[in-house]
């Protein structure tokens, strides 16, 4: 099982060590990482294991919300599935 | 790893073009509650709803935050209460506070079946539930009722068209106070569906099993930002649009309807292939048909562009998902939907046109706020209307008008939330009373006959 956040905002220091710190946390596997800044905004897509996260999927869900909002940041923790059933026949 | 863009395409269907689904809506079968002493049967009633529903609220919430998709409704069907309560000689209007009690225990937002079909006539609890209706209406909150009054296959019941005019107008009557919402949660069908997973029309029927999970779609606002990259393109290249980003919203609907089966542990009926509307800006219908190019809704054109889009999101929607059933296709319910608000309280959107565009999207005359002092013959005439354009075109068509009471063309009903506002919009008041009063079955049209 795995899940997708993406990050994306103003940049700052410390953003990717702060999701990651979370995920490690949580026991979330990180697997891949694309980022990227453009014109100051930050914008991160990570793929995460959640085969053996220590704590339900939609506790961790919430953590980034809360994440998200405390840093000025959207960030969101979405199951794999939602993205590809959306874009894959 | 799943391509960026895609990924950043959905997170922004989601956030900022309102994609959602609308309703997880869970049928349950009362047909093992039945009892002739009233009391047991709502108690029954209650016991099996609890039963069934117990973990529907927490399980739609847990998906919700698992695919990062919003599920605005949960909710329930029941098997229609005229059938339900035909054996206890008693009002059923206990069964209606039975629903309500039952639903507000679950945690659901709204619960429908509080509903009778008598397209070919009425048997024993028909006539008792349908005189029920308003005082049901207005004594409950969450309870919706619907009744079917004709069909393709039977034609259409007059003598039903005019006890509805009357029991709509009651239903508004009685809950004067309340903007006339009880006529907002009454539908009055023809060739009405056994398992629709919206409201206010939603029942289980009698050939559905005992308990199923059914999914409404939405997301019109993805489909209009959609067409706005394509401001030059013909209405052949605008179809195939409209298909692609139908797949994509229903696929959300599968993937939504499967999960929550699974972790209910009961089976996966349908997912209805629908654009469903509300209030909020940007996730209007009105306003994807004048992204297509029509300056106002209701304007010469909106029916051809509509019956397009109403194709298109059928064609897409078919291949995303394993069966599908329920209405599929747009709904244009005027008080629930910004632009068609808009185009109303402008004039360019009459009931006459909107009863043109109900011959060819999902459903009919919907959440459209009539004055006050419209007669009971003129909505029994209405409704009559209606069921022709589905009897003779073997769709649903349905009638949810609501007299306001006191109101004159111009004044505002206003319901808040996802009922919306509606402006109370112009009635042809010429009678029909002597149609009406005439009663007996409009019979069914040669095409029925299909054996």
């Given amino acids: 099982m795995r899940a997708i956040i993406t990050v994306i905002g103003k940049d700052t220091v410390g953003i990717l060590a702060k999701v990651a710190g979370v995920c490690a946390e949580y026991n979330a596997n990180v697997t891949e990482v694309t980022q990227s800044v453009l014109q100051d905004m930050f914008a991160m897509i990570m793929l995460v294991d959640i085969s053996r996260l220590n704590a339900d999927f939609t506790v961790l869900a919430d953590r980034f919300t809360k994440m998200g909002e405390e840093n000025c940041l959207k960030i969101h923790a979405m199951h794999e599935d939602i993205f590809n059933c959306m874009h894959h026949i | ?451």
């Fill in chain 2, 1 to 451: 790893m799943i391509n960026a863009y895609d990924i950043l395409e959905t997170i922004r269907m989601i956030q900022d073009e309102c994609l959602d689904i609308r309703t997880i809506t869970m049928g349950i079968s009362l047909l093992d509650c039945i009892d002739t002493d009233i009391d047991r049967a709502c108690e029954k009633v209650y016991e099996k709803i609890t039963r069934c529903a117990e973990k529907l609220v927490s399980v739609g919430e847990g998906i919700e935050k698992e695919y990062g998709i919003p599920i605005i409704n949960k909710r329930l069907s029941v098997t229609p209460i005229a059938i339900v309560s035909a054996a206890c000689n008693a009002s059923p209007v206990k069964f209606a506070l039975t629903m309500e009690k039952a639903a507000k225990a679950v945690g659901v937002n709204l619960i429908g079946g509080y509903s009778a079909l008598v397209q070919k006539g009425f048997s024993a609890g028909d006539e008792r539930l349908i005189n029920s209706i308003p005082e049901a209406l207005a004594s409950t909150s969450c309870v919706c009722s619907s009744v079917n009054i004709g069909s393709t296959k039977t034609g259409i019941n007059l003598d039903a068209c005019r006890i509805m005019g009357r029991i709509v107008r009651e239903a508004a009557e009685k809950t004067v106070d309340d903007q006339c919402f009880g006529a907002a949660k009454l539908v009055v069908f023809c060739n009405a569906v056994d398992d629709n997973p919206f409201m206010a029309g939603a029942f289980h029927g009698v050939g559905e099993p005992d308990c199923i999970i059914n999914v409404g779609v939405s997301g019109p606002g993805v489909v209009r930002s959609a067409l706005t990259k394509y401001p030059d393109a013909n209405i052949t290249e605008i179809a195939d649009i409209i298909k692609k980003t139908a797949y994509k919203i229903t696929r959300v609907g599968q993937l939504v309807g499967v999960t929550a089966s699974k972790r209910l542990g009961v089976p996966f009926g349908i997912v209805d292939l629908s654009l469903a509307p509300t209030p909020a800006v940007g996730d209007s219908v009105a306003h994807i048909l004048e992204e297509v190019g029509l300056e106002r809704c209701g304007a010469c054109g909106t029916t051809a562009a509509l019956a397009m889009l109403n194709d298109a999101v059928k064609k897409g929607g078919v291949m995303a998902c394993s069966r599908i059933g329920g209405l599929s296709g747009a709904f244009i319910p005027v008080s629930e939907d910004a632009g068609m608000i808009a185009a109303a309280e402008c004039g360019a959107l009459s009931i006459e046109k909107l009863e043109a565009m109900t011959a060819v999207c999902s459903v009919g005359l919907d959440m459209i706020v009539i004055p006050g002092d419209t007669t009971a013959d003129v909505i029994a005439a209405m409704i009559a209307d209606e069921a022709a354009i589905g009897m003779v075109n073997n769709k649903t068509t349905a009638v949810r008008v609501i007299p306001a009471i006191g109101m004159k063309e111009g004044d505002v009903l206003d319901w808040g939330g996802l009922f919306g506002k509606g402006p109370v919009m112009k009635v042809n008041t010429n009678s029909p009373s002597k149609f009406i009063a005439r009663g007996g079955q409009i019979p069914a049209p040669l095409h029925s006959l299909k054996n």
